[in-house]
Structures are given as C-alpha cells and as structure tokens.
Nanobody, 114 residues
Framework: QVQLVESGGGLVQPGGSLRLSCAAS????????MGWYRQAPGKQRELVAR???????VYADSVKGRFTISRDNAKNTVYLQMNNLKPEDTAVYYC????????WGQGTQVTVSS
C-alpha cells in the first residue's frame, strides 16, 4: 500500500515562505507525474502545481511566480517552495500523482495570517 506523508506546514505571516515536503513509499515514484493539491475550508481540492519525471513543471495561475515544485527521485520526495504567501493560500496541502491513483495522505496545514 502506497503511503504519502506530507510535512512542513505551519503558521506564517503574509509575505512569508514555507517549504513543504511529501515522501512516497512507492518504487515507481520516479516515473510518475506528481502534484501538489490544496483544499481550503468550504472549497474543493485544487491542483496547485505538477512536475513530471524529468522536471517539467506546470502551475496554477494563482501561484505562478510564487511557488516552485521540485522533486528528488532518489528520495522519493516532492517539494513545494512557497514564497510571498497570501491569506488566500491558507489550506491543507496534499501531494498525489496527477492521476490521483494513490491514497491521500494526511496533508499539512498552511495558515497565512497576521
């Protein structure tokens, strides 16, 4: 059974930064398109960024220029560097494959507030 473990969230002031990590217990990680998703209270889960096996990235317009997704295939880990955070970035952040065919992890809470 695949396990996804997200970490790195917290409380940060507007304009601050956080780096999220997601470790996967799956040997096929390196060939999968991985994504970071988020779900704010009362809203549907949305795709924030994705990265393919060779590092090509795509971002949602709302985070373009502020967030950077990266991966370390040797560690089965995907990262999300979040800069210039805004209150509207407040959400629980999750990682998963682009196909959403792995079980969701517990997520990591990001709260942006002064």
């Amino acid at each position: 059974q695949v396990q996804l473990v997200e970490s790195g969230g917290g409380l940060v002031q507007p304009g601050g930064s956080l780096r999220l990590s997601c470790a996967a217990s799956e040997s096929t990680f390196s060939v999968r398109i991985m994504g970071w998703y988020r779900q704010a209270p009362g809203k549907q889960r949305e795709l924030v960024a994705r990265i393919n096996s060779i590092g090509i990235t795509v971002y949602a317009d709302s985070v373009k220029g502020r967030f950077t997704i990266s991966r370390d295939n040797a560690k089965n880990t995907v990262y999300l560097q979040m800069n210039n955070l805004k209150p509207e970035d407040t959400a629980v952040y999750y990682c998963n494959t682009y196909r959403l065919d792995w079980p969701w992890g517990q997520g990591t809470q990001v709260t942006v507030s002064s």
